[in-house]
T-cell receptor, first 109, second 121 residues
Framework: GQNIDQPTEMTATEGAIVQINCTYQTSGFNGLFWYQQHAGEAPTFLSYNVLDGLEEKGRFSSFLSRSKGYSYLLLKELQMKDSASYLC??????????WGAGTKLIIKP | GAVVSQHPSWVICKSGTSVKIECRSL??????MFWYRQFPKQSLMLMAT?????????EQGVEKDKFLINHASLTLSTLTVTSAHPEDSSFYIC?????????????????FGPGTRLTVL
């Protein structure tokens, strides 16, 4: 079966750095997405990785290792507004998005 | 980026009634739209793929006669929850990919609507 795992909840301090991990087992791979979702709102796109390596975009970076079925989202200089759920999703061989359950990130002052 | 709207944002209805949710792509055409359901503290679950001009494709376990989908134009898809019951209370979200590839993403980047909170009493 297809499976995406990510921690349920993480806590970090304002100004710090946090890494959210995602491991996946899917039928085929056409890329991995990270989305941010604030409570009661729709997800918003953060990043897309299809090749191994690190993609940096401002305070957010996303890493992918296809051989390990592993990705992480790195958030630097955390701000209170970064408190949200972060969803990992993989585009499988049928170009269907397989979603993880999301990681709730709590930022403390 | 592209904008997808949903209407209504929230709805409360009595058990047994039907509720229609609209999903519109405001500044691009979408031959395909996706309908998701999300229960509290759970991930998005794909319910069905809405195809313009043809029947929707439903995921396993989703009753097509209960969740009616109509994709009548390139900018509008509707989801009707028929004879709604309390267990249908959830957050319903639609998304639409841009045509072709966008930023190298196969099938295009998906843009999500703001979601509709359905509460069935």
């Amino acid at each position: 079966g297809q499976n995406i795992d990510q921690p349920t909840e993480m806590t970090a301090t304002e100004g710090a750095i946090v890494q959210i991990n995602c491991t996946y087992q899917t039928s085929g791979f056409n890329g991995l997405f990270w989305y941010q979702q604030h409570a009661g709102e729709a997800p918003t796109f953060l990043s897309y990785n299809v090749l191994d390596g690190l993609e940096e975009k401002g305070r957010f970076s996303s890493f992918l290792s296809r051989s390990k079925g592993y990705s992480y989202l790195l958030l630097k200089e955390l701000q209170m507004k970064d408190s949200a759920s972060y969803l990992c999703a993989v585009l499988d061989s049928n170009y269907q998005l397989i979603w993880g359950a999301g990681t709730k990130l709590i930022i403390k002052p | 980026g592209a904008v997808v709207s949903q209407h209504p944002s929230w709805v409360i209805c009595k058990s047994g009634t039907s509720v229609k949710i609209e999903c519109r792509s405001l500044d691009f055409q979408a031959t395909t739209m996706f309908w998701y359901r999300q229960f509290p503290k759970q991930s998005l679950m794909l319910m069905a793929t809405s195809n313009e001009g043809s029947k929707a494709t439903y995921e396993q376990g989703v009753e097509k006669d209960k969740f009616l989908i109509n994709h009548a134009s390139l900018t509008l898809s509707t989801l009707t929850v028929t004879s709604a019951h309390p267990e249908d209370s959830s957050f319903y979200i639609c998304s639409a990919p841009t045509l072709g590839t966008s930023g190298g993403i196969p099938g295009g980047e998906q843009f999500f609507g703001p979601g509709t909170r359905l509460t069935v009493l």
